[in-house]
C-alpha cells in the first residue's frame, strides 16, 4: 500500500515570498490533517479536512495560510506571505474515517524562510 | 492549548535497560497514541489505547491509561540503541481532533 506523499521535500524562500505545498494521502482514507512543527517541538494541528469539508482550522493563521482539498482527495497548503516564523517541517497525514485507525503520516516539507 | 505534556523532557538508558515515559492530558478523550520520531524522519505510529483501556502490550511496548489521573505511561523493555528517537503523546478528543505533546527525547547508548 503507498503511503502519504508530500512534495516538495525541501523548499529555502526569502521572505514575503508565497510557498505551497501539496499532498496525496492514503487512496480511500478520508480525513487528512496539516500540520507544522517547528524544530524540538511537537507537531501543531493546522488543519484537519473530512473528505473536503473543514472539520478544524481554528490553529490556521489564516491571514497568511490556505489550505483546500479538491474533491475530497489531494490537498494543498499555501503559506503567502511567509515570515521567518514559518519555518517548519510541514507534516501531511490521513486516516480512514473508521476512527479506531490510526493517522498515517508522510515524510514532510521542510520549509526554511530566509 | 497543551493536550499531551509529556515527562521527562528527555532521557539517557544504556542498552538493555527500561525506558519509561509519561503523558498528561487535560480534557476527555476518546483515545491516547504514542508515536516515535527519528532525527530527520517521519512519525511513526506505535500504539493507541483507548479511552475505556488500562493497558495495551505490543511487543516490547507496554502503555497505560489512567482517565482519573488524566495520565499515561509507555514502556520500553530491553531497550536497543535503535530506540534512539522522540516520543510524543497524542491526545485524540471528540471530532477526532488529535493533539501532540511536546515529545520526550530518548537516548539509548550502546
Known amino acids: 500500500e503507498a503511503g502519504v506523499a508530500q512534495s516538495p521535500r525541501y523548499k529555502i524562500i526569502e521572505k514575503r515570498q508565497s510557498v505551497a505545498f501539496w499532498c496525496n494521502p492514503i487512496s480511500g482514507h478520508a480525513t487528512l490533517y496539516w500540520y507544522q512543527q517547528i524544530l524540538g517541538q511537537g507537531p501543531k494541528l493546522l488543519i484537519q479536512?473530512?473528505?473536503?469539508?473543514?472539520?478544524?482550522d481554528s490553529q490556521l493563521p489564516k491571514d497568511r495560510f490556505s489550505a483546500e482539498r479538491l474533491k475530497g482527495v489531494d490537498s494543498t497548503l499555501k503559506i503567502q506571505p511567509a515570515k521567518l516564523e514559518d519555518s517548519a517541517v510541514y507534516l501531511c497525514?490521513?486516516?480512514?474515517?473508521?476512527?479506531?485507525?490510526?493517522?498515517?503520516f508522510g515524510p514532510g516539507t521542510r520549509l526554511t524562510v530566509l | 492549548s497543551q493536550q499531551g505534556e509529556e515527562d521527562p523532557q528527555a532521557l539517557s538508558i544504556q542498552e538493555g535497560e527500561n525506558a519509561t515515559m509519561n503523558c498528561s492530558y487535560k480534557?476527555?478523550?476518546?483515545?491516547l497514541q504514542w508515536y516515535r520520531q527519528n532525527s530527520g524522519r517521519g512519525l511513526v505510529h506505535l500504539i493507541l489505547i483507548r479511552s475505556n483501556e488500562r493497558e495495551k502490550h505490543s511487543g516490547r511496548l507496554r502503555v497505560t491509561l489512567d482517565t482519573s489521573k488524566k495520565s499515561s505511561s509507555l514502556l520500553i523493555t530491553a531497550s536497543r540503541a535503535a530506540d534512539t528517537a522522540s516520543y510524543f503523546c497524542?491526545?485524540?478528543?471528540?471530532?477526532?481532533?488529535?493533539?501532540f505533546g511536546e515529545g520526550t527525547q530518548l537516548t539509548v547508548n550502546p
Open positions: 497524542v491526545a485524540e478528543t471528540s471530532g477526532s481532533r488529535l493533539t
Open positions: 480534557t476527555s478523550i476518546n483515545n
Open positions: 497525514a490521513s486516516r480512514p474515517l473508521v476512527l479506531t485507525d490510526t493517522q498515517y
Open positions: 479536512f473530512q473528505n473536503n469539508g473543514v472539520v478544524d
